[in-house]
């Protein structure tokens, strides 16, 4: 089965502390995985992409395909930071997106 | 143009009325979907075009209709919705069904409210 799975609903960090966003999945064969973010009132947006190992707004996630994660981090959080974060699985049968719960990020000052 | 935009933003509905939303992207995409999303909740795909023919239909109610105009248009034709159906009604596109290893690019949403 097809999985993404998000375990905390939400997290907390103090401004300037480190963060990870856990991400763990579940897919046979090579996996094409993302991170999406939501600002509050705004669109869904493509943060990172696995396969482009770029960093973006300071966020690194490196894949694991031992322990099958894809865990989102940033050694420094920032207050604008605070957002909604959604790991993301592509699935080839079809061409979906299949999210996972999502975790909220709340950054304070 | 890099963006997927939809419209309108609100959307205020009787449950007799018959409404449409609408996507448009200009970024040559073949590959467009509609997904709900709910309030902190991720978004739930419900429809798959890929070169403007239906691919996926996720089991979704018959009161909401797609239809794929052209390569640059997708609309979402809603009849006879219950409140349930109040939610933020997401459009996105891809190069293609195969070529997601860009990922998507969403429009803003369409919140619906069914009174």
């Known amino acids: 089965a097809q999985r993404v799975t998000q375990p905390e609903k939400l997290l907390s960090v103090f401004k300037g502390a480190p963060v990870e966003l856990k991400c763990n999945y579940s897919?046979?064969?090579?996996?094409?995985l993302f991170w999406y973010v939501q600002y509050s009132r705004q669109r869904l947006q493509l943060l990172l992409r696995?396969?482009s190992r770029e960093s973006i707004k300071g966020f690194t996630a490196d894949l694991n395909k031992g322990e099958t994660s894809f865990h989102l981090k940033k050694p420094f959080a920032q207050e604008e930071d605070s957002a909604m974060y959604y790991c993301?699985?592509?699935?080839?049968?079809?061409?979906?997106?299949?999210f996972g719960q999502g975790t909220e990020l709340s950054v304070k000052p | 143009d890099t963006e997927v935009t939809q419209t309108p933003k609100h959307l205020v509905m009787g449950m007799t009325n018959k409404k449409s939303l609408k996507c448009e992207q200009h970024?040559?995409?073949?590959?467009m979907y509609w997904y709900k999303q709910k309030a902190k909740k991720p978004p739930e795909l419900m429809f798959v075009?890929?070169?403007?023919?239906?691919?996926i239909n996720e089991s979704v109610p018959s009161r909401f209709s797609p239809e794929c105009p052209n390569s640059s248009l997708l609309n979402l034709h809603l009849h006879a919705l219950q409140p349930e159906d109040s939610a933020l009604y997401l459009c996105?596109?891809?190069?293609?069904?195969?070529?997601?290893?860009?990922?998507?690019?969403f429009g803003s949403g369409t919140r619906l409210t069914v009174v």
């Open positions: 897919y046979s064969g090579s996996p094409e």
């Open positions: 696995h396969i």
């Open positions: 075009y890929s070169y403007e023919k239906l691919s």
């Open positions: 993301a699985l592509a699935s080839r049968q079809g061409g979906k997106l299949i």
């Open positions: 970024m040559g995409h073949r590959a």
């Open positions: 996105a596109s891809s190069q293609d069904r195969t070529g997601i290893s860009y990922g998507y690019t």
